[in-house]
């Protein structure tokens, strides 16, 4: 039950990551497609985790983000480059990777956390973190995206059902952290981790 790659346009430029993971449910990356000069446009890919929820996704073409009605179509294989999403090249490819998902249900995703958040007030909501790593854009800015990894797949699970709880007055998305989002960068632990070590 993979999920499609679909082609949003006409956002605002300036539009934030989180109100694309907030607007969009189901949402594991998104990419932003930019001109010869590297400026963003207003046009993305965004990967979901599964059909249900790219169809769902679809329904929002017409639908206005930020005050600008967006369309919603299924990405076109030209778009698709390689390196766009780590370790795929092509929407054929998209869930290969996560066929070893078991082995890190220990490590969680979650977004739409608030930009200035404190750990203590994280650790005080899901019990029992072993180790958060803030997700941050190309400019070092937190944008409310973090990995938590916790000690038993028992205490994960029980933090995944805090999915859709409201945290400081934000909706909270929670879920197993996708094999590419755990590369190089992350503390070892996780990396170790998430390779079944």
């Avoid at 993979?2 to 956002?11: K, T, Y």
Wanted: proline fraction near 4%; charge should be positive.
């Amino acid at each position: 039950d993979d999920g499609q790659l679909l082609f949003v346009s006409n956002l605002p430029f300036a539009v934030e990551e989180s109100t694309v993971y907030s607007f969009f449910e189901g949402v594991l990356g998104i990419y932003r497609l930019t001109d010869k000069r590297g400026k963003f446009k207003g046009r993305a890919i965004l990967k979901f985790q599964s059909r249900a929820a790219s169809d769902s996704a679809l329904r929002n073409n017409g639908k206005l983000l930020d005050g600008r009605p967006i369309s919603v179509d299924v990405a076109k294989p030209e778009l698709l480059k390689e390196g766009m999403f780590p370790g795929e090249t092509s929407q054929s490819s998209i869930g290969g990777a996560s066929a070893d998902i078991g082995e890190i249900a220990d490590i969680l995703f979650v977004s739409n956390l608030p930009f200035d958040v404190e750990e203590k007030s994280v650790r005080n909501f899901f019990k029992s973190i072993k180790t958060i790593h803030w997700l941050r854009d190309k400019k070092g800015r937190f944008k409310g995206r973090a990995i938590l990894m916790f000690h038993s797949k028992s205490e994960s699970e029980a933090a995944r059902k805090k999915n859709g709880e409201k945290f400081e007055g934000r909706t909270l998305s929670v879920d197993i952290a996708n094999p590419e989002l755990l590369k190089e960068g992350l503390p070892v632990e996780i990396q170790q981790a998430s390779k079944g070590g």
